[in-house]
């Protein structure tokens, strides 16, 4: 099975999970006298077989990356796109602002190391990287078969 595939199917076990766990917490207390929409023991167990399969996929799927050098791109996506949301969230704004208390109407000013133009070109520059990552990760997906 390609790896895409096995990437879609994760994600659908996932999603099983996420249900289940739902259907249990729904089925979990009734009013005293009702009847429990669903059985608990059989829920939790087909939760438990869900969460193996999730697991062994995963870790077949991490095995053919870790064998192919393909981890450590993971690992610099993932950085990449944490590095992208905290540059995001920088704070660059520069001149004249209101104070930031409730009854502060004193103006103040501000002055930035950095511009909102040097800011964007750093965002761009890691947008880019992250798509030549993710391109090359889903060139990998789709050409490399592992056994499941």
Not at 48 to 61: G, P
Not at 66 to 75: A, D, K, N, Q, T
Not at 77 to 99: F, P
Not at 117 to 139: P, R
Request: some cysteine; overall charge negative.
């Amino acid at each position: 099975m390609k790896l895409a595939r096995v990437s879609k199917r994760i994600n659908v076990i996932r999603g099983d999970i996420g249900d289940l766990q739902e259907r249990i917490e729904r089925s979990m207390r009734v009013l005293e006298g009702n009847v429990f929409p669903e059985e608990l023991d059989a829920l939790h167990k087909e939760l438990l077989e869900k969460r193996d399969c999730l697991v062994t996929l995963k870790a077949t799927r991490m095995e053919a990356n870790v064998s192919c050098g393909m981890y450590e791109v993971i690992l610099k996506l993932g950085e990449a796109k944490s590095y992208l949301r905290w540059l995001d969230g920088l704070d660059v704004s520069a001149g004249k602002s209101r104070g930031r208390s409730f009854d502060d109407s004193r103006t103040v000013m501000y002055m930035s190391q950095m511009t909102v133009a040097e800011k964007q070109v750093l965002v761009d520059a890691v947008k880019v990287s992250i798509e030549e990552m993710v391109d090359q990760l889903d060139d990998f997906n789709a050409e490399t078969s592992i056994e499941v």
